[in-house]
């Protein structure tokens, strides 16, 4: 009998194409999403050796990270932007990869359109140029970022060198409670874990609070992965995630489809196999929670409040505590309910779906945002925005004083015109807390969907349940 095998493993065992003896492996890559931030050079290598793309069908492009979000039908005025994005477009022209074009419906963010099109199926592997690929480890694919001269390798050859990361399980046991949401589950393991938790390692997530989750829901623990330091995420197929791929533009069909779900649900890791690393969490001990600091792990549950650096395990801790709170503008002590915002910002790859936008409708319907708050929603593709405009959505967010916007990466990471201002602080649903990253000098609080609106409303950090929904 064969050994108990992991889904990692399987996938991995099923990709490679060549092991070497100091343990390097050239994987075969099934999808390779690019967008205009990290392949300009990339092209131009394949450019300068005379080298075509290898299988342009396996590829989709798309602009995301300068597109802006406002007024497209006078095209991109900040030059540097126009630039990135006119040089995808030529690339794409030149080598015949195809592209969602910024005007196009299906236009958004890579990490949303590649599930959205039905691109993203178990059992592949699947790269782009950006660490947040691993949000479509949420099917059971193997999806990782990665370097831009690794872009070029993949667009010549449709292969990939990787070593062989460790396997390692995180259980999520019990049912969420109210309130909970899959962005809490995430920041409250990376709360457990620390951003260097899964180093080296590719993360399985299991347990009832992962199966009972929808695939809206999966993406956002899976984007996060990469804040915990890991590889990649991965969730076993299922039927929630045959079903949300059935139909879609990119799944197969007729005999390819009852081919791909065989496979599909031979994927899950085999009983007994074996982890390298476990970590077991209960969703009782989940409140919604905030990030207080300038990394995803400085997390709060919404009851708490800001850390005094002297209360710190070691000495290191508490310098880096209260360099934190100094870039914050935050002191020792203060309740986090009483931290008020300037700004709140909804969308990004890891909750701009449209289950984010239903949670978020259902806490701003027939409320108002705050007179000293300016709060954006930015659906994370073309596709969730008419979605959501069919479901009357944007009328709700439009009523209670959002700013309704096109699909894009936006003040996620500030490569656009979505900025925050030098010291403003803004409650978003995006992934990433550090200095500078919605612009410099901002202050980032991370949280779920349904918390920023909550946030928006009040006009200062506050507690989703005690809004009565
Ligand atoms: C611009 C891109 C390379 C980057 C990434 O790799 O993640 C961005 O998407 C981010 O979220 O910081
Ligand atoms: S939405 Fe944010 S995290 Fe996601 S790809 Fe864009 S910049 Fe990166």
């Not at 299988?55 to 932007?81: K, M, Q, W, Y």
């Not at 919404?302 to 508490?318: L, V």
């Not at 409320?367 to 596709?383: C, E, F, K, Q, T």
Request: contains cysteine; negative net charge.
């Amino acid at each position: 009998m064969s050994q108990p095998r992991t889904l990692f493993d399987k996938i991995w065992d099923s990709h490679l194409v060549d092991r070497q003896e100091d343990g390097t492996c050239l994987l075969y890559i099934d999808r390779h999403l690019v967008h205009e931030v990290t392949s300009p050079q990339a092209f131009e290598g394949l450019r300068l050796a005379g080298r075509p793309v290898r299988r342009p069908e396996a590829t989709l492009a798309v602009p995301d990270h300068n597109v802006p979000t406002a007024d497209r039908a006078r095209g991109i005025e900040d030059e540097e932007s126009r630039i990135q994005v006119d040089t995808l477009e030529k690339n794409c022209a030149d080598f015949g990869v195809p592209i969602f074009r910024m005007n196009d419906v299906r236009q958004g963010i890579v990490h949303i359109i590649g599930p959205e099109q039905g691109l993203t199926q178990p059992g592949m592997t699947i790269v782009c140029g950006d660490s947040h690929t691993s949000t479509h480890g949420a099917f059971g694919a193997l999806a990782f970022g990665i370097g831009t001269s690794e872009v070029e390798h993949v667009l010549a050859t449709q292969t990939l060198y990787q070593t062989h990361a460790k396997n390692m399980r995180i259980t999520v046991d019990g049912p969420l409670p109210t309130g909970v949401t899959a962005k809490d589950l995430i920041l409250a393991i990376i709360g457990k874990i620390g951003t260097a938790g899964g180093t080296g390692h590719v993360i399985e997530y299991a347990g009832q609070a992962i199966r009972d989750l929808s695939m809206e829901g999966r993406m956002t623990i899976c984007n996060m992965s990469i804040e915990g330091g890991a590889r990649a995420g991965l969730i076993a197929p299922d039927d929630t995630t045959i079903d949300y791929i059935r139909g879609r533009p990119y799944a197969p069909k007729g005999a390819a489809w009852e081919q791909a779900e065989a496979f599909w649900r031979a994927l899950p890791s085999d009983e007994g196999a074996r982890y390298d690393k476990e970590v077991t969490l209960s969703t009782s001990e989940i409140e919604p929670l905030v990030t207080w600091g300038t990394s995803p792990e400085d997390v709060l549950p919404i009851s708490g409040a800001i850390p005094r650096p002297e209360d710190a395990p070691s000495e290191n801790k508490a310098m880096a505590i209260k360099r934190s709170l100094e870039y914050m503008g935050l002191t020792p002590g203060t309740r986090l309910r009483d931290i008020a915002v300037d700004k709140v910002f909804i969308g990004s790859c890891t909750n701009g779906r449209i289950e984010d936008l239903r949670e978020v409708a259902r806490v701003a319907e027939g409320r108002r945002v705050a007179d000293s708050v300016y709060a954006m929603i930015v659906p994370g593709s073309g596709l969730v925005k008419e979605q959501a405009e069919a479901e009357g959505l944007d009328r709700i967010f439009r009523e209670a004083g959002f700013d309704w916007r096109e699909p894009g990466c936006s003040m996620c990471l500030a490569m656009n015109a979505d900025k925050l201002n030098p010291g403003e602080r803004c409650a978003s649903t995006s992934n990433r807390n550090f200095e500078g990253r919605q612009g410099p000098g901002g202050r980032t609080h991370l949280m779920s969907p349904a918390m920023a609106a909550a946030a928006a409303i009040s006009g200062h950090l506050s507690d989703v349940r005690e809004l009565a929904c």
